[in-house]
């Protein structure tokens, strides 16, 4: 998590080339949530989150313990990469 931007920390960054240090998912139900940023002291993350509805789907601030408590789980094997890639390999899974 120490690699993990504080929030802010990449506001200059275009949204498609930010880099995505982690994803939880609810595989379930086709959640997932593609981290960026990251305040470590209040587990305050901002990233993108897609409640399995691409239309809706939008970045913002987003509450580790509130994933966690609502049973998403970290990908453990997950590799950090551009937001772009990050969304490729999604879309290719799904198919």
Same mark, same amino acid.
């Given at each position: ?13 275009? !949204?498609? #080339? ?7 998912? %609810? /595989? ?7 981290? @960026?940023? +990251? ?11 897609? !409640?399995? #509805? ?7 601030? %987003? /509450? ?7 049973? @998403?789980? +970290? ?21």
């Amino acid at each position: 998590m120490e690699q993990i931007p504080k929030l802010y920390e990449t506001e200059s960054i275009g !949204l498609q #080339d930010k880099i995505i240090y982690q994803k939880y998912e %609810i /595989s379930a139900i086709g959640f997932y949530w593609l981290i @960026a940023e +990251l305040d470590g002291k209040t587990n305050t993350a901002f990233g993108y989150a897609n !409640l399995h #509805d691409d239309a809706n789907a939008e970045w913002g601030y %987003i /509450s580790i313990e509130e994933l966690l408590d609502n049973g @998403a789980q +970290l990908i453990q094997d997950w590799k950090p990469c551009k937001f772009s890639e990050a969304m490729k390999m999604i879309k290719e899974n799904e198919a």
